[in-house]
């Protein structure tokens, strides 16, 4: 038989690594013919658009090199399954594609809505008595999937905005007067990456003073208290605040939603940093600036946690044998079996278990105080921050692996 | 005798490095006692706030980091001397700190502004009789010193801007629907830095697909067009944008001046690329996303460039040698022997003929549609970058050199 992969989602720096997990754990399998990926995620087996992997993946040198590229090698998309129920139309071109290809498995690298894919394919093709396995990789940034310790990606961008957390606390600290900085940090609905970055406290470092995530009620006239407060120990104020912080409308004058909604229903948030700085200008009068990380804290694989790619080409890899073992509507989790040393286990759980559904940060790692996280926090985050990369530089830039036509 | 160094302007990723370099060279000469450290810049001598370097920096290990850390570990400032002949307190005020310790060259790290300092206080001294050298070390992002090929600081921030710029690339690409994304890069009056993006062609890679600079009149309409010609050939069209490009103000109905001006009377600037993404989703209608580099530009040391690095401790080294060889008024330069092999001397010229001055990138290097630079200009650039530093980590997190208690 055949398999199929395919990226979802936004993108990570550890994507491409489970894609090589996949890719290279399967072709250790006599059964395992042809290993296609998909291109635009679920788009590309609606519209039969996929490719033989071993036709872009060549050479050893190219899985090292795609390993250190970031974002999706076959493309992404935000494409939401109908529900089966309703329109069966889609799910026909996909059982259509798989079939034509003889892909016996399907595997979805993406975060939550992703894992609604898998769960929707599985249930019907479990409907239509259709032996195709469906299996997800989890992956996001964000870290808000269920029933794993960690997504891969997490690592990487932990690490990337800890590091630039760091690099901004001094660069803030130059002049001889007070000033605060805000630094919006993304995280939709959770604020685990924001959280990330008291990792710094590891090393000494006090910042960020400040850390506000959505899982917390958020009071502008608390902030502004919180930012004088801070003030008085350090002339320039470090603050980490997710983009998904939202203040009441009322005590800000206006709203902090972009008014744009995806495919899933997302809301798309804009501009909390620049918001609280025009506040602080405002109630504080000094200087202030807004940072927003934007898409770098997702792609910046220059600076990504080799344990973080490790372990997302290891969970790609163990797909394949889920897979195998005949397994499917299952997403692939991490178990952490202990901090000192730091274990991990790969299992599986039912993906109807994750899909939709999101991992909070926990409340009782938030201060009483509401503006940092406790050291059980940093005790989960430092870990998955964990070494260096050993890029490959030619003309003192890091080589990345780029398609020589579009796919 | 005595010396004093300072540091002044904006943040670099080298400009401790030059600070080591005067204090490393400086305690090879018997003839040189203490290398003291004057605290936010001139400030520092005004207010007689120094400190003795040696009680800072103690080890090699401290050396190291200090060279690994961003920003500047002495603290700055925008102070702008008065005129001697209209007001000569506060030069009375610097005269008593560098005589009170026996100070006989006074070394200033810094960008235009800072040589305006530098060639002020020597001919004070001259006019006095005061026997205290005054040399510039060049230090600036922005490379807009003239009579020197480069300033230090600016290789690190073109290294950032580009591997940077990259990995946008990468992730600006992923879903299959048409976007521009618009990246705000740092250059009050010069394009340098925005310039320096295009050393990714040396890579094969052909983003950023436009290049606009301060030097070249911008038209919005043109722009535009621009972009939609780039879209032609590119799904995802990435825009390297100068934040000192200033649109006519009747073409995009409102000013890009944030209405601030500091000391010097400099205009800052605010959200040309927020601004034209606007226009962008106006005009052509696709998705479209803003991005600022903002600080991390200036202050991301984890990703520097090594000869960048080195050249700046080296230039601060010999600044000590030119001092005492008798030389005062001066400002240290690079000039370029070769690109290939890369070769560099290191000189000095009258302050006076570089303070105030700007330098612009040459008109030639830019394309004749005015949205690219030429090799030319990538082949100036791609020296610069060359070379990693070798991080020391601890706890995944770059390890940088903070002093315990505020100077």
New interface residues.
């Given amino acids: 038989m055949n398999i199929a992969v395919a990226q979802s989602g936004g993108?990570t720096c550890a994507i491409n690594a489970s894609l090589m997990g996949v890719f290279r754990h399967a072709v250790k399998y006599d059964e395992i013919k042809t290993v296609y990926g998909s291109v635009?995620g679920i788009?590309g087996l609606i519209k039969d658009h996929i490719v033989d992997l071993k036709n872009i993946i060549k050479t050893d040198e190219d899985v090292e090199l795609i390993r250190q590229?970031?974002?999706?090698l076959l493309?992404?998309?935000?494409y939401k399954l109908p529900d089966f129920e309703k329109d069966e139309s889609v799910y026909k071109s996909i059982t259509h594609t798989l079939k034509r290809h003889n892909i016996g498995a399907f595997f979805y690298i993406g975060g939550n809505d992703s894992m609604d894919t898998v769960d929707k394919l599985h249930r019907y093709f479990t409907k239509e008595n259709i032996d195709i396995k469906v299996i997800g990789i989890p992956k996001t940034i964000d870290n808000d999937l269920p029933y794993t310790d960690h997504t891969p990606g997490f690592g990487s961008a932990a690490?990337y905005v800890?590091?630039?957390i760091?690099?901004?606390t001094?660069?803030?600290?130059?002049?001889?007067i007070p000033s605060v900085t805000i630094v919006e940090i993304m995280g939709r609905d959770t604020g685990w990456l924001t959280a990330a970055t008291a990792?710094?406290r590891?090393?000494?470092?006090v910042s960020p003073h400040l850390i506000y995530l959505p899982e917390n009620k958020f009071s502008v006239r608390r902030f502004i208290d919180d930012v004088r407060e801070a003030q008085n120990k350090h002339?320039a104020v470090i603050v980490a605040v997710s983009e998904g912080v939202s203040p009441d409308p009322e005590e800000v004058g206006g709203d902090f939603q972009s008014g744009y909604v995806d495919n899933f229903g997302h809301k798309y948030l804009a501009g909390v940093a620049k918001a609280l700085s025009k506040i602080v200008a405002k109630e504080i009068g000094c200087k202030v600036?807004a940072?927003?990380l934007?898409?770098?804290q997702?792609?910046?694989?220059?600076?990504s946690?080799k344990r973080d790619i490790t372990e997302a080409e290891r969970i790609g890899g163990a797909a394949v044998k889920v897979a195998l073992d005949g397994y499917s509507g299952v997403t692939m989790v991490f178990k952490r079996v202990s901090n000192h040393p730091y274990i991990i286990r790969i299992e599986h759980v039912e993906t109807s278990l994750v899909a939709n559904k999101v991992k909070y940060f926990p409340l009782e790692w938030i201060n009483e105080n509401g503006h940092d996280v406790t050291q059980d926090a940093i005790d989960y985050c430092?870990p998955l921050?964990?070494?260096?990369q050993n890029?490959q530089?030619?003309?003192?830039?890091?080589?990345?692996f780029?398609l020589k036509e579009?796919l």
Same sequence: chains 1, 2.
């Avoid at 590891?202 to 470092?205: D, T, V, Y």
């Fill in positions: 993108p635009n788009e590229t970031p974002s999706t493309g992404s998309c935000r690490k800890a590091t630039t760091q690099e901004i001094r660069d803030s600290s130059v002049y001889s990792v710094l590891a090393n000494g470092e002339y600036r940072i927003e934007n898409v770098m997702r792609c910046s694989s220059h600076i946690s430092l921050i964990q070494g260096e890029l530089v030619r003309n003192g830039l890091p080589i990345q780029v579009r």
